[in-house]
């Protein structure tokens, strides 16, 4: 267990050092669109995230991990942390993810995950809000951009028809 310990706080700690693409080059003066991350949370300890990943196969700064950062040492207490980042207007290929997350890794190993993961060709408009939005269950899960008050879905969703469910090596 000690070992394991050990291995968690390197691991989360490292994290901390990522150094995470910025789809907004430093110096752009252009229009930008702004995609943010969503949570539902079902208790203190658990809670489904629903983040963007990557932006054009480039890995950005994500909920899940700065949750994972921000709670570290809290025990079976998490506070979820959202994050949203500027993109400039272009396409893109995204890739979003749906995940239940917990408090602690011992959670995640004695109760159900969901996850559906995909990526998405997605243009946005200047100047709109566009959330990351989904569903994780036993029989349908997805994960999709949405834009913010709206109820729009300006592209595809990512579906998972069956379960999403992760076996205990996939946690």
Same mark, same amino acid.
């Given at each position: ?5 050990? %291995?968690? =706080? %390197? ?6 050092? =990522?150094?995470?693409?910025? &789809? ?6 252009? &229009?930008?669109? =702004? ?20 932006? $054009? #196969? ?9 949750? !994972?950062?921000?709670?570290?040492? !809290?025990?079976?207490?998490?506070? &979820? ?8 207007? !272009? ?24 996850? %559906?993961?995909? $990526?998405?060709?997605?243009? &946005? ?5 566009? #959330? ?5 269950? #036993?029989?349908?899960?997805? %994960?999709?951009?949405?834009? $913010? ?10 579906? =998972? ?8 090596? #996939?946690?």
């Amino acid at each position: 267990m000690k070992v394991f310990a050990t %291995v968690l =706080v %390197v691991v989360v700690l490292l994290a901390g050092c =990522v150094t995470y693409y910025k &789809p907004v080059p430093d110096g752009h003066k252009g &229009p930008v669109a =702004v995609i943010r991350d969503t949570v539902r949370a079902h208790s203190a300890s658990k809670a489904d995230f629903f983040y963007l990943s990557h932006v $054009d #196969e480039q890995v950005i700064e994500q909920s899940a991990t700065r949750t !994972r950062i921000a709670n570290h040492g !809290r025990g079976f207490q998490m506070n &979820p942390v959202w994050v949203q980042r500027e993109v400039p207007i !272009r396409e893109f290929t995204l890739t979003i993810v749906g995940r239940t997350e917990y408090a602690a890794p011992i959670l995640a190993l004695t109760n159900t995950v969901y996850q %559906v993961k995909g $990526d998405v060709r997605f243009t &946005p408009q200047a100047g709109r809000v566009y #959330e990351i939005r989904g569903e994780l269950g #036993e029989s349908y899960s997805a %994960v999709w951009v949405e834009e $913010d008050g709206k109820g729009v879905v300006p592209g595809t969703k990512v579906e =998972v028809k069956g379960s999403a469910k992760l076996g205990i090596f #996939e946690r």
